[in-house]
């Protein structure tokens, strides 16, 4: 049972680029997250997408969009990249019809962009 | 807003130890409460999941307790062993501002060595 798969594990893109980054969630999982990861601290909630919809989003500003499709799987796509968008991009998935009561979420390994 | 705290942000102790892990949280309307690993580069481990109702989680050497209304947890680790080292994570999902229950709020980490 493959868990939840990231692409690319790593990237170099240059300011003002702009960046796609991908994922498919563990089998059987309908729901998918996306967390920035900065050096040294802790995740922080981008937005989440269920039923191809973004249904929650953090703090992000509107250079960071998503999309998923028919099979659940996801994308992150970054604009105008800054230099401080240079972090590592945690992808989870959930099970969306459990997340009240909990259900473990899973995540990826990552993709680690750095802006230059 | 959901503030989460990991307290220390770095212990280094010898290989058998007994060690305690703590974390807080500002807002104790809570679904749960999740304890992952990170090891350098790589995505997250979860380790425990502790419903809101529950008081404790166990896995074999490891310990997770919950006080909901002190907005309190803690891991212990027992026999701790260089292969523990990492970074551990404390993550609550949910808070009176959380109207979908659906992002985890996460610490900065506790970054654990254990020394042989």
């Known amino acids: 049972d493959a868990g939840v798969t990231q692409s690319p594990t790593h990237l170099i893109k240059t300011r003002g680029q702009q960046v796609t980054l991908r994922c498919s969630p563990k089998?059987?999982?309908?729901?998918v997250s996306w967390y920035q990861q900065a050096l040294g601290q802790g995740p922080q909630f981008i937005f989440q997408y269920y039923e191809e919809e973004e249904r929650q989003r953090g703090n992000f500003p509107d250079r960071f969009s998503g999309h998923q499709f028919p099979n659940y799987s996801s994308e992150l796509n970054v604009n105008a990249l800054l230099l401080g968008d240079s972090a590592l991009y945690l992808c989870?998935?959930?099970?969306?019809?459990?997340?009240?009561?909990?259900?473990?979420?899973?995540f990826g390994e990552g993709s680690w962009l750095t802006v230059v | 807003k959901q503030e989460v705290t990991q307290i220390p942000a770095a212990l280094s102790v010898p290989e058998g130890e007994n060690l305690v892990l703590n974390c807080s949280f500002t807002?104790?309307?809570?679904?749960?409460l999740q304890w992952f690993r990170q090891d350098p580069g790589k995505g997250l481990t979860s380790l425990l999941l502790i419903q809101s109702s529950q008081r404790e989680q166990t896995s074999g050497r490891l310990n997770a307790s919950l006080d909901k209304s002190s907005g309190r947890s803690t891991l212990y680790i027992a026999a701790s062993q260089p292969g523990d080292s990492a970074t551990y994570l404390c993550?609550?999902?949910?808070?009176?501002?959380?109207?979908?229950?659906?992002?985890?709020?996460f610490g900065e980490g506790t970054q654990l060595t254990v020394n042989p």
């Open positions: 989870a998935s959930s099970l969306q019809s459990g997340h009240y009561s909990g259900n473990t979420i899973y």
């Open positions: 807002d104790s309307a809570i679904y749960n």
């Open positions: 993550a609550v999902k949910g808070g009176v501002e959380e109207t979908s229950g659906s992002r985890l709020t």
């Open positions: 089998s059987g999982h309908d729901t």
